[in-house]
């Protein structure tokens, strides 16, 4: 049995990565921000309450990556502003390379 990715790392043949974010709820509109170190700083719209912006959260990564919303989950942070999310069909080059003028004036 092979060890999970560890945060911001993909596996050779995997289509597959995680990330680590710094989210902000009750924003006026889902935005990427941009990079924070390691961590994606993300807005999201919904308020922390019940599980909301969680929800937000990952319906929102699953349409700026294309994705269904199966593939994209929450692995830690559940009750945190800072979350881990697994992202199953897109590799960490690739959000990258997606992100790469997010943040940049």
Request: proline share 8%.
């Amino acid at each position: 049995m092979t060890a999970p990715p560890s945060p911001g790392r993909s596996g050779p043949a995997e289509r597959a990565c995680t990330l680590e974010l710094k989210t902000i709820p009750n924003a006026p509109r889902n935005e990427i921000i941009g990079w924070l170190g390691d961590a994606l700083k993300i807005k999201i719209h919904a308020p922390a309450l019940e599980g909301r912006a969680n929800d937000a959260l990952l319906e929102f990564l699953a349409a700026e990556f294309n994705l269904p919303r199966r593939n994209v989950m929450l692995i830690r942070g559940d009750k945190s502003r800072h979350k881990v999310v697994r992202l199953d069909g897109v590799t960490l080059t690739e959000v990258k390379a997606r992100l790469a003028g997010v943040g940049k004036e």
